[in-house]
Structures are given as C-alpha cells and as structure tokens.
C-alpha cells in the first residue's frame, strides 16, 4: 500500500531538502575559501570582513551544529532500526512487521522528530552564522536580511505543517496493516516528541 503526499507536503519537503543541500554547498565553499586565503594571506580576514560573530551569533552555530548532529544520528538509528521496510516514500509492505526496538521503543515516528532537528538546526547555524551571511554576503543583496528571515521562517515553520499530514496518513496505513498489535504499541508509545505528542 503506498500513498501519494498533497501539493504543500511534496512542495515542502522537497524545497527543504533541495534549499538544506544548497545551504551546505555555499557553506562548504564559502568555508574552504575563506580557510584557503587565511593559508595563504594571513591577515587578509579582517580586510574581506569586518565584522566578526557576536558570542551569541557563535553560541547559537554551536546550537545549531548539535542539534544537526543530534537529528542525523536518530535519523540513521531509524534507517538502521527499520532496515529492510525504510522508504521515503509512504508505504507499507506485504511482508512487513510492525517494528517496535530502537528509537521505535520510544516513539512511533522518531524519524521526523531527527528531520525537524535538522531543520531547526538549518535556522542558525546554515542562515545566520555562514562566512556569506555574517560577511560580504549580507551586503550584496539589499533585501538580504529580509531573505535570511524568510528562509529562517520556512525552516522553523515547514516541518511542523507537513510532517503532521504524513504522520496521519502513515498511522492509518499503520492502523489498517497492524491492527490491535499498532493500537496496543500505540498505548505505549509518543508520536513524535516525547510527553508532548
């Protein structure tokens, strides 16, 4: 049984993962051009960018970069804990069985709790605290800034619209393939965030 996502899901899930990759392609480069010139010209950083990080600007990368990590790791200990039955795409196989060990102990969709970590993590550490952003960057465009705040948005705001939809629609196909042993392992388990929901 496979089920096809609405316009927004689809439209979300793929602008967040196409604009996540971009973001970590600028930064990558930006970073390894930056580390390049100061190899180079030591003191050529402070004539490129004046202006240095704020202690929260740096605190708030350093949020950013645990919580990333934090989301990938339950991400691969899901993809590990399912195995065989992981997809992308919403589907229960014929052969499959209700997975309950690993993150699955826990939480029933411990995966998009890892995906939204990720995406809160892309607000500041990929946004705010990249070498374009907190330097020439942020100068180049005049609405920069704004753009910043409305990417910051769309990450902090998307995986809570979508990921809800797909966590309905995978329970009822759950429901429909498990039954009583879903409903019993439903009793025992959060949905997503542990004593919240």
Not at 21 to 49: H, K, N
């Amino acid at each position: 049984m496979r089920h096809k996502d609405t316009s927004f899901v689809k439209f979300a899930l793929f602008f967040m993962s196409t604009a996540f990759q971009f973001y970590i392609v600028i930064y990558v480069i930006s970073l390894s051009t930056r580390v390049g010139l100061a190899f180079v010209y030591p003191d050529i950083e402070s004539r490129i960018c004046t202006c240095q990080p704020s202690m929260g600007m740096i605190l708030a990368g350093i949020f950013g970069c645990l919580l990333g990590w934090i989301g990938t790791e339950l991400r691969a200990w899901c993809y590990k804990a399912l195995g065989q039955y992981f997809t992308f795409h919403l589907a229960v196989q014929e052969n499959q069985t209700l997975v309950t060990t690993g993150p699955y102990t826990y939480l029933r969709h411990p995966s998009y709790l890892g995906g939204c970590l990720e995406f809160l993590a892309v607000s500041p550490t990929l946004i705010l605290c990249n070498p374009i952003s907190m330097c020439w960057g942020r100068h180049l465009l005049s609405r920069g800034p704004q753009i910043e705040a409305a990417f910051m948005l769309f990450f902090l705001v998307a995986p809570w619209i979508a990921y809800p939809q797909r966590i309905a629609v995978e329970e009822k196909m759950m429901k429909a393939k498990f039954g009583k042993e879903y409903a019993e392992w439903e009793k025992k388990t959060w949905r997503v965030i542990p004593l919240v929901y």
